[in-house]
């Protein structure tokens, strides 16, 4: 078998991207290896997110030249979500990459390696391709947890971010298709889900008759053999009270919400063009809360975006004590050209994005050390997925609102099994706890 080497930056989309390229090479005979240097063909799957990104994707294709000058049958690919943005760029910049590809022709993957094998020449397949559900996956055996697309695509066009030029419209996939491939999942061992979309919650509006993600919800919760549903990223914009109510109602979607705020500014969230203000945002997490007390919440907030003054920057900080973060992603605006933001005039120093970045990572780590002290005592329900990093003799797994858990259980708890966990300490990054129950008198405390 040829030898396939892929290397992955960016989101979950781009992981989740590259297991179905890995999965159809290999169905045309193309094996995965770690090591890049045996490798007869390398893909580079990429993010155009922030311009660091794209400068590490250049070194990256800098070094791979140097293979390839060794060994110059070397294919080198790129695709994910620069290759959509710019690939005369790439052709240019990195002349030895035989192949571009943006993400909506995954689906054709082997057929265009197939190409530049025979051919011997460039090809780029970039521009907007049919929406094709692929589902094939290096083998993983025992696989625990898995991400599994329901939508691709993005029309909001906040006016930071390239994924509406780079992943194309919102495609809903039919729910029939997505409960196949979790079920098949399910059957090979898989215990947890993360459905994926770049506007989550706004799935099934686009499919006939339209659907919603609550609704799909309740049928990925009765795939039996599955304990648990995650589902990233969500827009504030599209939270239906239905979506609320599923959140209380179906016993498989964890008490984790990311909900990225960006800006607890509300000058600010209008020149980005996200269609909530901080007052909305506070009262759909009061809603949420209402409905379902134990949620913990985890956000993305950018620092520094044009025009951005000290006074906004005082709302978002002020917000992170507001809505009582579990986990908080800070970024440093960054400049994407084709973006209504990088023509923005009032771009704001890099120094004080730095101090900014700071100032609310300290303050997203004491507020998440207060919700963490709050654990202590509690018995929680943890899936166990492997042992723990420190101490092979101790389990460790994650809580429902996704905290890391590690416990003596060895013997007691094994892996994919849903354990009751005590916790007992609680550490920066972590939390240590004591097995309350085995497993099997544990399943009926689930919840
Ligand atoms: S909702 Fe998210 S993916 Fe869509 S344009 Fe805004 S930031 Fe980008």
Request: contains cysteine; glycine residues 8%.
């Amino acid at each position: 078998m040829a030898k396939l080497h892929l290397i992955t930056y960016g989101c979950q989309m781009n992981e989740y991207d590259s297991e179905r390229v890995a999965g159809l090479l290999r169905e045309r005979r193309w094996e995965l290896t770690s090591d890049e240097t045996e490798a007869d063909l390398i893909l580079v799957n990429t993010c155009a997110i922030r311009e660091k990104a794209e400068d590490k994707v250049f070194s990256k294709l800098g070094e791979l030249r140097l293979l390839k000058t060794q060994r110059p049958d070397l294919v080198i690919g790129v695709m994910g979500c620069m290759a959509q943005l710019h690939q005369s760029a790439i052709q240019r910049r990195a002349p030895a990459v035989d192949l571009v590809f943006g993400s909506p022709a995954i689906a054709r993957v082997g057929e265009l390696v197939d190409r530049v094998l025979r051919e011997r020449q460039p090809v780029l397949e970039t521009g907007e391709g049919p929406l094709v559900k692929i589902t094939a996956r290096p083998p993983a055996a025992g696989r625990l947890k898995a991400f599994v697309t329901v939508m691709e695509g993005c029309e909001k066009y906040c006016t930071f971010c390239v994924v509406p030029q780079t992943r194309g419209r919102e495609r809903s996939h039919p729910p029939e298709v997505i409960v196949d491939e979790v079920q098949r999942l399910a059957a090979q061992g898989c215990r947890e889900v993360t459905l994926l979309g770049q506007t989550v919650n706004a799935y099934g509006r686009d499919l006939t008759p339209p659907t919603d993600l609550g609704e799909l919800f309740a049928r990925v919760n009765d795939v039996e053999g599955l304990a648990r549903i995650r589902f990233t990223t969500s827009n504030p914009y599209n939270l239906t009270p239905r979506l609320i109510r599923a959140l209380r109602d179906v016993p498989k979607v964890c008490e984790y919400f990311h909900l990225p705020l960006q800006s607890g500014s509300n000058r600010v969230l209008e020149r980005m063009n996200r269609g909530y203000t901080r007052e909305r945002y506070l009262e759909l997490v009061a809603e949420i809360r209402d409905a379902v007390p134990a949620m913990a919440f985890s956000t993305d907030l950018i620092v520094g975006f044009p025009g951005e003054t000290e006074a906004d920057f005082a709302q978002t900080l002020a917000m992170i004590e507001a809505v009582g973060y579990d986990n908080v992603f800070v970024f440093r605006y960054s400049r994407r050209p084709g973006t209504p933001a990088a023509t923005m005039a009032d771009q704001v120093a890099e120094d004080v994005k730095a101090s900014r970045n700071t100032r609310l990572l300290e303050a997203a780590t004491r507020v998440g050390a207060e919700r963490s002290g709050r654990l202590t005592g509690r018995t929680m329900e943890v899936l166990v997925d492997g042992t723990s990093k420190k101490n092979a003799g101790e389990l460790s797994g994650r809580t429902r609102c996704n905290r890391v858990v590690n416990f003596d259980g060895q013997g007691s708890a094994s892996v994919g099994d849903l354990a009751q966990v005590h916790i007992d300490q609680v550490l920066p990054h972590s939390l240590r706890g004591t097995l309350a129950s085995r497993p099997e008198e544990a399943a009926c405390l689930s919840k």
